[in-house]
């Protein structure tokens, strides 16, 4: 969500543990490079996923290549994922990762480095850039709880089930998060949880005194309906 406890992204600069959650099979067509026998994007993730199950921290995709895994293909140029560190610090985190080839973006002091809950990073072969979120406690933990896997390229992600990537894209209300609803509503169709969407959304009107969120998803909801 747009807030402390969101996977977006807060004015801070700033795996998963096996669950019986289902699989979702979904690609993300064709990308313009790839990496190897792989699309950059799943070679991305695959060489990210394998540092994070080394250090033992629990993770998850959100943002713009959800909308796209969940909903319609549109032209995306980041990563952004929520980390859960565990017993991992910070600084051995961001160690581990810039050895497998994603180091940070900027130069960070150490002060930073402790506080900080995003991270800029890139993937130096593809030069995609990676948003790396700390994952906090509330919503974070429920969202690490509901993540599912999702095919991407050969490649098993875990990934924000659909119902949190919408609401946490209800809360951010841009343009193109408006869109990414509309599309991942469409495509998902009967099987995505509403009911599950409205409470949450409901008890972020509560918690972040944002009366409308569930006004605003309706009508979303509605929209997706009416287009073909």
Do not use: N
Not at 55 to 73: D, S, T
């Amino acid at each position: 969500m747009s807030s402390g406890d969101s996977p977006r992204r807060s004015t801070r600069i700033g795996r998963p543990k096996k669950t019986d959650a289902p699989t979702m099979q979904r690609t993300f067509g064709s990308p313009p490079t790839s990496i190897g026998s792989r699309p950059v994007v799943a070679q991305l993730l695959a060489e990210l996923g394998e540092t994070l199950r080394a250090l033992g921290c629990r993770w998850y995709v959100f943002g713009a290549q959800a909308a796209v895994a969940y909903g319609k293909p549109r032209m995306t140029a980041d990563v952004d994922v929520t980390v859960e560190l565990g017993s991992t610090k910070r600084s051995a985190l961001l160690a581990a990762l810039a050895a497998a080839g994603f180091p940070t973006r900027l130069r960070l002091s150490d002060a930073l480095v402790d506080a900080a809950r995003l991270f800029p990073l890139v993937h130096e072969p593809s030069t995609i850039p990676v948003d790396l979120l700390i994952a906090g406690f509330g919503l974070h933990q429920d969202f690490l709880e509901r993540r599912r896997e999702v095919d991407i390229g050969g490649v098993l992600v875990p990934m924000s089930c659909p119902e949190d990537l919408v609401v946490t894209k209800v809360l951010a209300g841009r343009r193109k998060d408006l869109e990414d609803i509309r599309g991942v509503l469409q495509e998902q169709g009967a099987a995505i949880g509403c009911d599950q969407i409205r409470e949450l959304l409901a008890a972020a009107e509560a918690a972040l005194a944002r009366p409308g969120l569930v006004r605003r998803f309706d009508r979303l909801r509605k929209q997706a309906r009416s287009t073909p």
